[in-house]
């Protein structure tokens, strides 16, 4: 009786094995990144705001948890939300990036902070960051520094919809 349950715990450690790979894809690995940019500013000025779009290729919800990047002491993940009549930015504890679908960071919605930039950005200069999803898989991107006049042109103007 003994070695049944033996071959039967074996064959189904060998079971899940095999279609472990797709059970375990990270969040990572199923997001896409495109059209990442960071605003240039101003002499003085000591934040700045990345933006990009996040498009997520699987079958199952994911969400960006947090961000980081040696070119600032603090890296939040924002919005802006409309209160009694003002636009206000708030921090969020993650942005949601719904299956089959893209998640936008733009002007007036969720954005990256760099907060206490450690030196100036200077349009064509590259910011590292770092994305991490809920389930602990990173990203590693490089983000170009642009006006921020240029900044229309850097976003696909017909994705204004997807939240």
Partial sequence: MLSKFASLA???????TAYAPAALASAASSIRISHPYVTAVAPGQTNSAA????????????ALVSASSPAAEIVQLHTHLHVNG???????????IKAHSKTMLK??????MLIHLRKP?????QVPLT?????????????????????????????????
């Fill in 51 to 62: 933006f990009l779009v996040l498009k997520n290729t699987s079958a199952h919800d994911h």
């Fill in 107 to 112: 002007h007036g919605g969720f954005h990256i």
């Fill in 10 to 16: 074996c064959a189904c450690a060998l079971f899940s």
């Fill in 131 to 163: 994305l991490t999803f809920e389930d602990g898989s990173h990203q590693k991107i490089s983000a170009p520094v642009v006006k921020l006049s240029d900044t229309l042109k850097s976003m696909p103007m017909k994705m204004d919809r997807h939240h």
């Fill in 86 to 96: 003002m636009m206000e930015m708030r921090q969020v504890k993650q942005i949601p």
């Fill in 121 to 125: 950005l200077k349009p064509g200069e």
